[in-house]
C-alpha cells in the first residue's frame, strides 16, 4: 500500500507549536505563582465560598416598575455591622463587620458573604435584611453555608479524585498501549490541566473569578478528554505500524495526525457547541463551569494535535 | 437482513417504553432544581467515643428519623453519608431554622432531686432567675414598640441590679454587650448554678414512652405532659417520695439547662408521686412546646450534631434553573444536530436519531433507578452528548477514509465502524475511570455529575455501535438511499473506472 502523502505535516510545524504551548504554560505558572503571593488570595488559585467555608446570602428585592431604589454596598455593610444575631450556647453572635457586599443587576439583587452562620441565623439576617434593603422576593431567595471543617473536606475529596482519576487512566493507557504513550497522554493531560488552572488563576487575579467543587469537577472532565483526544490519534499511529512499517516515526505520525484531524477538530467543536449553550443560556450557577470546560477542551484538543504527537519521535527515539 | 431487523424492532420497542416510562414518571428533580433546603448535619465524638462509628450514625438517624415524623415535614428525605455524617434535604422548605434547631438540640432529659442543704442559694438563684425573665421580656417588649413610648423606669432599676448580679456571680460582660445580651448571660449562668445545686439522677428522657402538650389553665403559656414507662414511673415515685415534704425541689434538667424547678408536698410522702405521668411547667409558647414534645418523642441524640452545610434555594430560582438548562442543552443539541447533517450528509441524519434516542435512553435511565437531576447532574447529560456525538464523528470520518480509497459503500460502512471501535473504546474507558473516581471520593454535587456522565457514557457505546449502526444498515436496504454522494461531496470520491 502507498503511504498516502498527508495535506497538512505536523512535524513541519512542530517548534511553532511546543513554543506557543510553553509559552502558555509558562504564563499559568506566573499566573498560578503571582495568585499565590498575592496577598489577599494567598493561594495559587481563589478559592470560593466551597473550600474557605462561610455563608452566602443571595437576595432578590422586589422593585416597583419604575426601578429599584437606590442601595450602595457600603450602606449594606454599615447595616449588617450594627446587627446582633442570635447568639449559640456558649458562643458569641457572629461579628458581622467584615461581610462583603455585591450589588448586581442596578440594585435589584444582593450578594452577601460572611462568616459561617447557623441556620438559625441566617434565616434572621434575612428577616433583618428586608428592612435594609426590602421588599425582597421571598421565592427568589437562596442561602449557602459551608462549614470551615467541610471546606477543608471537600478541597481534599476533589484533590484526591484528582489524583485517583490521574492514577487510573495512566494505568488503563499502558495496560493498552505502552510506557511512552501514556507518559505522554499524561504529560498532554497535565498541560491542559495547567494551563486551564493558569486562565482561572488569572481570572481570579483580574475579575476576581472563585474556584469551586464544580471547577474540580470541570478539570477532571478536562483530564478524561484530553486522554480521549490523544489517544484517537495514538490509536491510529499504533494502527499504521505495520501498514507503513517502512517510514520513520516521524512521516508515520504526520499521517496520523493528518487523518484524524478532522476528527479532532470537529468532535472539539460538536462539544464546545453545547458548552456555548451553557455559557449563553445556562445562568449564573453554571457558568464559570462552563467557561472551564471550553478553556480544557479547546487546549486539549490542541494539545492532542500539536503537543503529544510531535513529541513521540523525540521521546520514542532517546528510549531506542 | 433479518438479523437488522431483529435490532430494528428492539430499538423501536426500546423508545416506546422509554417515551412511556418519561412521561409517565418523570426524573426526581433535586433541590437546586425546585428549590428547598438541604442540611448537612456532623455527628460529633462526644465522652468515652473518640470515634464516630456506623452504628453510633445509625443510632443518631433514628432518633432524627423520628424527630421528622415527629414534625409533619412533608418528603423530608434524611440519608447517611460516609461514616459521621446525614444529610437532611426538604423540598419546598426555604427557612430551616425550626427544623435544624428541633433535629440539632440533644434534648437529654434529667429529673433531679436538690442536694440537701442547699435551701438558702437555691431560693437566691431562682429569685435572680424570676428577675431576670421578666426583665427581658420588658426589654423584648421595649425593642419592639416605640423606645420613647415605653415606660423605661422598671428597664432602669433593672439594668443596676443586674450589673450587681452580674458582679456577684463573678461574670465578665464582654464589652459593648447590649442589655438583652447581659440578661442572657446572667440568666444562662444561673441556670448552670442552679443544675449545680441537683444531684445525678437516674430518671432521664429515656424512661418516656410518650410526650403531649396542654394549653396552661390560667395564662398563655404552654405545658409539656409526660408519661413514663413502668420503670420510669417506679423511679419518679422513688424520685419524689425522697423529697417529698423536704423543701427540696424536683429540677427537670434539659441538655445541662435547668428548664423548670417544683416542689413536692408533703402529702406525697408515704408512696411518691405514682402513675407514671408528670408535666413540665416551662412557661413554654406554643411553638417551644410543640418542638420540645418531638424532640422527648424522638428520644434524646446518643451524640451531639452541629450543622456543617445549609443550601437554600427559592422555588424561582429553582424553576428559573430549570428553564436555563433546559435552553442550553436543546440549543445546544439543536446546534450539533445542524452541524452534523451539513457535514455528514445522510449519515448525520442517522447520527443525529441516534442522539435522539440516546437523549431518551438517558431521561428513562433517570426515571428508572432513579437518578435526581441537580444542576451539575445536567452539566454532565450536556458533556455527555459531546461524548456520544464523537463516536459517530469517528465513525463516519472512517466511513469516508474508505470510501475516498475506493470502497464499495457497504463494505466503507462495514470497515468503518470496526476500525473505530478500538479508539471509541479507549475514549469512553478513560471517561468512566473519572466518573469512577469522581463519585466514590467526591460529594453530593460531584456525585451527581459523575453518575449522568457515566451513564451517557455507557448509553452512547450502545447507541453509537447499535443504533447508529442499525439504522444505517436499514437505510441501504433502500437501493435509492446506496448513493455515495450521499455520504460524500462527488468531487471527493474518486473517478470511476471506466
Not at chain 1, 502523502?5 to 517548534?15: A, D, Q
Not at chain 1, 441566617?122 to 433583618?128: F, P
Not at chain 1, 490509536?235 to 512499517?245: F, P, V
Not at chain 1, 504526520?254 to 476528527?263: E, G, S, Y
Request: proline share 5%; glycine share 10%.
Amino acid at each position: 500500500m502507498n503511504a498516502p502523502e498527508p495535506r497538512f505535516r505536523i512535524s513541519r510545524h512542530r517548534r511553532t507549536a511546543w513554543l506557543g504551548s510553553g509559552l502558555a504554560a509558562v504564563l499559568s505558572v506566573i499566573g498560578l505563582l503571582v495568585s499565590w503571593l498575592n496577598p489577599g488570595i494567598h493561594a495559587p488559585l481563589k478559592p470560593g465560598l466551597d473550600f474557605t467555608g462561610g455563608t452566602q446570602i443571595q437576595l432578590e428585592r422586589s422593585c416597583a416598575a419604575g426601578g429599584c431604589s437606590a442601595i450602595s454596598a457600603p450602606d449594606i455593610q454599615r447595616a449588617l455591622a450594627s446587627l446582633t444575631l442570635p447568639a449559640e450556647p456558649g458562643e458569641s453572635s457572629p461579628n458581622l463587620g467584615n461581610a462583603s457586599v455585591q450589588v448586581l443587576d442596578q440594585g435589584q439583587s444582593l450578594v452577601l458573604r460572611l462568616q459561617d452562620l447557623n441556620p438559625g441565623q441566617a434565616s434572621a439576617l434575612v428577616q433583618e435584611m428586608q428592612a435594609i434593603a426590602g421588599p425582597l422576593n421571598p421565592e427568589s431567595i437562596s442561602v449557602d453555608t459551608i462549614g470551615p471543617t467541610l471546606g477543608q473536606q471537600l478541597l481534599k475529596g476533589s484533590v484526591v479524585s484528582l489524583v485517583v482519576s490521574f492514577i487510573g487512566i495512566a494505568a488503563y493507557i499502558t495496560f493498552r498501549y505502552d510506557g511512552v504513550f501514556a507518559f505522554l497522554a499524561l504529560f498532554t493531560l497535565g498541560h491542559d490541566v495547567l494551563i486551564t488552572c493558569g486562565a482561572f488563576a488569572w481570572l481570579g487575579l483580574i475579575a476576581g473569578v472563585e474556584v469551586d467543587s464544580l471547577f474540580a469537577v470541570s478539570l477532571i472532565t478536562v483530564a478524561g478528554y484530553s486522554v480521549t483526544d490523544t489517544v484517537v490519534v495514538f490509536d491510529r499511529i499504533r494502527e499504521q505500524r505495520t501498514t507503513l512499517a517502512d517510514l520513520p516515526l516521524s512521516e508515520q505520525v504526520d499521517v496520523a495526525v493528518d487523518a484524524t484531524l478532522t476528527r479532532s477538530l470537529y468532535t472539539s467543536f460538536t462539544t464546545l457547541l453545547p458548552l456555548l449553550g451553557l455559557i449563553f443560556f445556562g445562568g449564573a450557577s453554571l457558568f464559570w463551569f462552563a467557561v472551564a470546560l471550553t478553556i480544557g477542551i479547546a487546549v486539549g484538543s490542541w494539545s492532542s494535535i500539536g503537543v503529544a504527537p510531535t513529541l513521540l519521535p523525540v521521546l520514542a527515539k532517546s528510549k531506542v | 437482513m433479518a438479523r437488522q431487523q431483529g435490532w430494528l424492532a428492539l430499538i423501536l420497542a426500546l423508545a416506546i417504553a422509554s417515551a412511556a416510562l418519561v412521561l409517565n414518571v418523570p426524573p426526581p428533580l433535586g433541590l437546586d432544581l425546585q428549590g428547598g433546603s438541604q442540611l448537612t448535619l456532623q455527628v460529633m465524638p462526644s465522652g468515652a467515643i473518640k470515634k464516630v462509628e456506623k452504628e453510633q450514625l445509625e443510632s443518631v438517624k433514628e432518633v432524627l428519623d423520628r424527630r421528622i415524623n415527629g414534625l409533619g415535614v412533608s418528603e423530608a428525605t434524611l440519608q447517611t453519608v460516609g461514616n459521621d455524617q446525614l444529610v437532611l434535604q426538604l423540598p419546598g422548605e426555604q427557612d430551616p431554622s425550626r427544623a435544624a434547631k428541633v433535629l440539632g438540640t440533644t434534648a437529654l432529659l434529667e429529673f433531679r432531686a436538690q442536694k440537701p442543704g442547699t435551701d438558702s442559694e437555691m431560693q437566691g438563684l431562682l429569685k435572680l432567675k424570676r428577675q431576670a425573665t421578666a426583665a427581658l421580656v420588658q426589654t423584648e417588649i421595649k425593642d419592639s414598640t416605640d423606645p420613647g413610648a415605653a415606660d423605661s423606669a422598671p428597664v432602669k432599676i433593672k439594668a443596676e441590679e443586674l450589673a450587681k448580679a452580674l458582679e456577684a456571680l463573678g461574670i465578665a460582660v464582654p464589652p459593648g454587650s447590649s442589655q438583652t445580651e447581659s440578661l442572657e448571660l446572667l440568666l444562662s449562668t444561673v441556670n448552670q448554678k442552679i443544675v449545680a445545686l441537683f444531684e445525678p439522677s437516674e430518671l432521664t428522657g429515656k424512661d418516656l414512652v410518650g410526650a403531649g402538650r396542654q394549653q396552661q389553665q390560667a395564662g398563655s403559656g404552654w405545658d409539656v405532659t409526660l408519661s413514663f414507662n413502668r420503670q420510669g414511673g417506679e423511679k419518679f415515685a422513688a424520685l419524689t417520695k425522697n423529697i417529698a415534704g423536704t423543701g427540696r425541689l424536683l429540677g427537670i434538667v434539659l441538655d445541662g439547662r435547668s428548664i423548670s424547678e417544683a416542689s413536692v408536698g408533703p402529702q406525697f410522702q408515704a408512696a411518691g408521686i405514682t402513675g407514671g405521668a408528670a408535666s413540665i411547667t416551662g412557661n413554654f409558647t406554643a411553638d417551644e412546646s410543640r418542638d420540645l414534645e418531638v424532640q422527648l418523642k424522638g428520644g434524646s441524640l446518643p451524640l451531639p450534631v452541629k450543622v456543617i452545610e445549609q443550601r437554600s434555594i427559592g422555588a424561582t430560582l429553582g424553576t428559573e434553573n430549570v428553564r436555563r438548562s433546559l435552553v442550553a442543552a436543546l440549543s445546544g443539541l439543536a446546534l450539533v444536530a445542524v452541524f452534523m447533517v451539513v457535514v455528514y450528509r445522510l449519515p448525520g441524519v442517522v447520527a443525529v436519531l441516534a442522539l435522539a434516542l440516546y437523549s431518551l435512553f438517558n431521561l428513562a435511565i433517570y426515571s428508572l433507578i432513579p437518578v435526581t437531576l441537580t444542576l451539575p447532574g445536567i452539566a454532565g447529560f450536556i458533556l455527555s452528548i459531546g461524548m456520544a456525538v464523537d463516536a459517530n464523528v469517528l465513525i463516519f470520518e472512517r466511513v469516508k477514509e474508505e470510501l475516498r480509497s475506493g470502497n464499495t459503500l457497504i463494505r466503507s460502512i462495514d470497515t468503518g465502524f470496526s476500525l473505530a471501535f478500538s479508539s471509541i473504546i479507549d475514549g469512553h474507558v478513560t471517561g468512566l475511570i473519572s466518573c469512577i473516581a469522581l463519585f466514590a471520593l467526591g460529594t453530593g454535587l460531584v456525585k451527581g455529575f459523575a453518575v449522568t456522565l457515566a451513564i451517557g457514557l455507557l448509553l452512547s457505546l450502545f447507541t453509537a455501535l447499535t443504533c447508529s449502526r442499525t439504522i444505517l444498515r436499514v437505510l441501504m436496504s433502500y437501493a435509492a438511499l446506496r448513493q455515495p454522494t450521499y455520504f460524500l461531496p462527488a468531487t471527493q470520491l474518486p473517478a470511476k473506472a471506466s
